[in-house]
C-alpha cells in the first residue's frame, strides 16, 4: 500500500485505521475524556467478535458516533473551533465499521475513511502509520 490507497484494507482493518486518525486528533488536541477512549477500544475490537454483539455494545456507549449527543462533559473540553470537525470525525469513524452491516458491500467504508483523514489534513494533524 502506497500513499493513502485504503482501498486494500479490509473493512475491520480501515475500522482500526478510523480509531487510529481518531486518536490522532485527541492527541494532537490534548482530549482527554474517558467516553473517547472507551469508543476508541471498541471500535478496534472490530471482527474480533460476533458482529451483532460488536455493533450492539456500541449503541450502548456514551459516545457512540450515531447521531447521539455525546456526554456533556466532553462537549465542554473540545474546543468551540474543531467542535464541529471533531464530532464528525467520531460519525465518520464509526460509520466506517457499521455502513455495509446488513447490505451488500460498498465504497463507503473507504469513504469514510477519506473523509476522517482529511479532517486531519484539515487541522494539521499527522496522519498515524499504519499498524498491519
Known amino acids: 500500500m ?7 484494507l479490509s473493512t475491520s482493518e480501515k475500522q482500526i485505521y478510523g480509531a487510529d486518525c481518531l486518536e490522532a486528533f485527541i492527541r494532537h488536541f490534548g482530549i482527554e475524556d474517558i467516553s473517547i477512549e472507551m469508543l ?6 472490530m471482527g474480533q467478535s ?7 455494545e456500541g449503541a450502548l456507549l456514551p459516545l457512540n458516533g450515531r447521531g447521539d449527543a455525546g456526554p456533556l462533559e466532553l462537549n465542554e473540553k473540545v474546543p468551540m473551533n474543531i467542535r464541529q470537525d471533531f464530532f464528525k470525525l467520531i460519525d465518520f469513524v464509526v460509520e466506517i465499521g457499521i455502513v455495509d452491516s446488513y447490505g451488500e458491500d460498498s465504497m463507503l ?12 489534513r484539515t487541522h494539521g494533524v499527522s496522519l498515524p502509520k499504519f499498524g498491519f
Not at 502506497?2 to 486494500?8: K, L, N, P, R, V
Not at 460476533?50 to 450492539?56: I, N
Open 109 to 120: 467504508p473507504l469513504k469514510f475513511l477519506n473523509d476522517a483523514v482529511g479532517i486531519l
Open 50 to 56: 460476533d458482529f451483532g454483539k460488536w455493533e450492539r
Open 40 to 45: 476508541l477500544a471498541h471500535l478496534r475490537k
Open 2 to 8: 502506497s500513499g493513502d490507497d485504503f482501498s486494500d
